[in-house]
């Protein structure tokens, strides 16, 4: 997002102890969309949200300083500009890059995209609040018959808890994606761009790859049927970025 800054996803830089690594166990590749390529930069600050809540991963949001500004790149990529503080977010047609994880479960070399939706988060909320109680009525009830537990039992417990059911997004985050799954994030693609085309025929990045959800026992890591894609919400941090950045 500048020369000596990066943008990424708290996640990202964050141990499972949740310490912050240290700069020197991270590096950025600059300048190319191949793995093959590009140049090695060294780091010298990790900064992560204070806010950052790892569970939820709310204000999963982080920015690395470089040790050096870049001055001269081997490639054609350039820094991008980032919404501003409570600048509204579009609906409708976004793209989102990098090199996770594909359909077939291979990783690529090379930079890869795909074209989304950004859908009101309430969208996500009601996919990923039916499949938690879809997720929870199999689990009631593979316990409740290897133990015995009658199924009226079952029943007030499922409704007990699928009743308590909150939204998974905060205000924080943006859901975007595909009705199908078919297109979307997915692991490996973490704190990479949202970005949607302005008027002017800029790109704007308006969100940070966050996380996803898939059912219990899915085959496959990512794609599913309105389960969409959740991305940090830019807008509601820009003037943390400013505080840093200068």
């Not at 090695?40 to 992560?48: G, H, K, N, P, Q």
């Amino acid at each position: 997002i500048a020369r000596q800054w990066i943008l990424t996803a708290a996640h990202c830089v964050v141990n499972a102890d949740e310490s912050v690594m240290a700069p020197n166990a991270v590096a950025v590749r600059s300048g190319a969309v191949d793995l093959r390529g590009g140049d090695f930069r060294d780091v010298a600050r990790v900064i992560v949200h204070e806010d950052y809540d790892p569970l939820r991963l709310d204000a999963d949001i982080a920015l690395l300083q470089l040790a050096q500004p870049i001055q001269d790149s081997s490639g054609p990529v350039g820094a991008i500009s980032v919404s501003t503080q409570g600048q509204p977010l579009p609906s409708g047609p976004a793209v989102v890059i990098g090199w996770g994880m594909m359909q077939d479960g291979q990783f690529p070399i090379s930079l890869m995209e795909t074209d989304i939706d950004i859908v009101a988060n309430e969208t996500c909320n009601a996919g990923m609040a039916e499949q938690t109680k879809r997720d929870m009525g199999g689990f009631l009830m593979g316990i409740g018959q290897s133990n015995g537990i009658p199924m009226e039992t079952l029943q007030q417990a499922f409704n007990i808890l699928a009743n308590e059911v909150g939204d998974a997004l905060t205000g924080n985050m943006i859901c975007a994606g595909t009705t199908t799954g078919q297109r979307t994030m997915c692991n490996g693609d973490s704190g990479g761009p949202l970005m949607v085309r302005q008027a002017n025929g800029q790109w704007l990045q308006v969100g940070v790859v966050s996380w996803n959800r898939r059912p219990i026992g899915a085959q496959t890591a990512c794609g599913q049927e309105s389960l969409y894609g959740v991305y940090t919400r830019l807008s509601n941090y820009f003037d943390w970025i400013a505080s840093h950045v200068r």
